[in-house]
């Protein structure tokens, strides 16, 4: 069989059929689909087209006619086999004008025909099942839960007049317990909803720093019982008011917030939320959980977003948990048009970091403390530490620049003599200094300020050399 240059196009492994023939219609080519399909062998090359396609090509003296050649569509025509039974195909057939070929593409119908109704069949099987899933998962939490919610009243009505210390921390135990449960049902039923591609989100304008001591107040207690450190900040150009799912957003930060104490013994653990961009009345929150836990290997750190896993069964075993939290994290996280990830080092801790983009409505848009703030800065304030100044510098300009370099060149002192402390209050300067920086440049001073708060002399040098890069 004569072989025929393609390209890049892989003839002989086509799903389709394949024939080459000349300007005389004598078959030069045909792929192994096509040698199968129509029974023969090798000894397809040098029989005529009109013999595949009797109905739709006439030979002629020195060629053949047909109406069916340079078509942009596919044509429904009939194939002939060998032994002369034949069957429906769609044809597209082109000229190859650089070697007087014509290359003809077929499919065959009737197995097309059957591999849809066999999709649509796997489909519904598959709607069926997730109909019948969902339908269990809702009747069984909400038999769950029913007890649940009927111990939780119980409990605290019991509590007010409880004045026997051991007996109250058993009830208080057992409130904690129900609370725990009701998160695991919750859990359930959204990543049961956001399979069954049926979980909206319900944005409303609602105050972002009362959610945030919200979140706090519900986290604190636990966390200060542990003997933990626990820091909450909101940068100032954060507004107070924005339009997004406050449910929503309170249950990223408490999956993630329930992890960090979970997995920490000692040290602290930190929220710190930041502004990173604005696009008309739609703007970009940018959030850190760090602790200083257990930490996660980087080989497992995939396995961390996935639904229904954990780095290992022996964490699940010692530390509980269902290994949805995060997998619903991510989910509403991407609903809301932003991304999450992780950092992490093994006995040093983990930091979770994760954007939305939410709405701020017109009367809620101050510009000179939104926008403002953004673009321009009072270094005045900001260099109280470092120097003083009256003028209003705004990032990238030449001043801006010289009084970057001169915090740079100290804070890389203080990283290398591992003065985490002062080097912390030139971080601080900077981190004012890049105020209204393009995004990859806030994003690279908050990784490094996270190192330096951790006090991580690797992370630290090599976020230093990635931010001396950006600011150049």
């Known amino acids: 069989m004569e ?14 059929m394949i024939l080459v023939f000349d300007g005389k219609g004598t078959i030069i080519y045909a792929n192994a689909v096509a040698r199968e399909k129509l029974g023969y062998g090798d000894d397809i090359c040098g029989i005529s087209v009109g013999s595949v396609f009797p109905n739709s090509f006439k030979s002629t003296g020195d060629g053949f006619e047909t109406e069916y050649l340079f078509g942009n569509k596919m044509q429904n025509l ?53 109909k019948v899933k969902s339908e269990f998962v809702a009747n069984v939490t909400h038999e769950l839960r029913t007890p649940v919610n009927g111990i939780l009243g119980n409990v605290k009505e019991l509590m007010p007049d409880e004045e026997n210390v051991k007996r109250l921390r058993t009830l208080k135990l057992i409130e904690r317990c129900c ?59 954060v507004p ?38 604005q696009m008309k009345n739609s703007i970009e929150l940018f959030f850190f959980v760090h602790d200083t836990g257990i930490g996660i290997d980087k080989a497992d750190q995939d396995k961390l977003f996935q639904s229904f896993s954990q780095v290992d069964a022996s964490i699940s075993r010692k530390y509980g948990g269902t290994g949805l939290g995060l997998n619903i994290s991510k989910q509403l996280v991407e609903l809301m048009g932003g991304t999450i990830g992780v950092e992490s080092r093994v006995n040093q801790g983990t930091t979770f970091s994760f954007s939305i983009w939410v709405d701020v409505e017109e009367e809620d848009l101050d510009q000179s403390n939104l926008i403002g703030d953004i673009v321009a800065f009072d270094s005045a304030a900001m260099f109280a530490k470092e120097r003083e100044q009256d003028d209003v510098k705004i990032f ?29 209050s ?27 708060q951790k006090e991580d002399y690797d992370t630290a040098i090599a976020g230093f050399d990635e931010l001396k890069i950006l600011v150049e």
Not at 3 to 16: K, N, R, T, V
Not at 252 to 277: D, H, P, R, W
Not at 397 to 416: D, G, R
Request: one cysteine or more; proline letters at 3%.
């Open 3 to 16: 072989q025929i240059d393609f390209g890049i196009f892989p003839a002989e492994d086509a799903l389709e």
């Open 78 to 130: 009939m194939a002939y086999r060998k032994n002369l039974t034949c069957f429906p195909v769609e044809v597209q057939i082109l000229k190859n004008d650089g070697h007087s070929l014509y290359i003809c593409q077929a499919n065959d119908i009737l197995e097309k025909e059957y591999l849809n109704r066999e999709i649509d069949k796997v489909r519904q099987e598959a709607q069926e099942a997730l």
């Open 179 to 237: 609370s725990d449960m009701n998160k695991i049902i919750n859990n359930i039923l959204d990543f049961s909803k956001m399979e069954a591609g049926k979980f909206t989100l319900e944005p409303r304008r609602f105050h972002f720093r009362n959610m945030i001591d919200y979140v706090k107040e519900s986290h604190i207690n636990r966390i200060t019982e542990k003997g933990l450190e626990f820091f909450v900040t909101v940068a100032p150009q």
């Open 240 to 277: 107070e008011y924005i339009v997004g799912d406050e449910l929503r957003i309170v249950q990223i930060l408490n999956n993630l917030l329930s992890n960090a104490q979970k997995f920490t013994a000692v040290g602290k653990i930190s929220v710190e939320i930041m502004l990173t961009a």
């Open 396 to 424: 990238g300009t030449p001043e801006n620049k010289e009084a970057l370099q001169k915090n740079m060149s100290k804070l890389i002192l203080c990283v290398e003599m591992e003065n985490w402390e002062k080097a912390e």
């Open 426 to 452: 030139f971080m601080d300067t900077i981190k004012q200094l890049t105020v209204g920086s393009p995004r990859e440049v806030s994003r690279a001073v908050l990784r490094l300020k996270m190192a330096i």
